[in-house]
């Protein structure tokens, strides 16, 4: 017997389904266990974070120390006191700080020279000029 799919494509009745679980993603027995187990000590460091959160007796200043963060703020605000040129850091600077203006520098004065040559070899009329009533 077959039943009619919505799309019209004819799909057997009695045909039994085709899906392992421990078959899926390629994943092993034990990886999944391990997953799980990842999965239950988020939930539990979840859970403990949002105990000491809410917890109306924590103290003053209404922030959980983190020392993973203050690590991590401290390395943001002490970084130029730690900072020891290289030929690397001089070659990063000069390429991304002073390159670009060298570069455009360039263009612009090569841009006028060129217009500045052809105005006086009569190339370029007057009237065609651009910037001729300022």
Known sequence: MSVLHSKGI????????????????DVSREERQRI???????????AQ???KVTNPYCGVGGYLFDPAVQRFLAMRANHF??????????????AWVLGPFLLLWWAVDKDRKTFEHKCRTG??????RIWKNI
């Open 10 to 25: 004819k799909m057997s009745e009695n045909r039994a389904r085709i899906w392992d679980p421990s078959q899926l993603f």
């Open 36 to 46: 799980a187990e990842r999965a239950k000590l988020r939930s539990q460091l979840k």
């Open 49 to 51: 974070f949002q105990r």
């Open 81 to 94: 006191e730690h900072f020891k040129a290289t030929p690397k850091s001089a070659m990063f600077g000069f």
């Open 123 to 128: 190339q370029i009329a007057y009237e065609d």
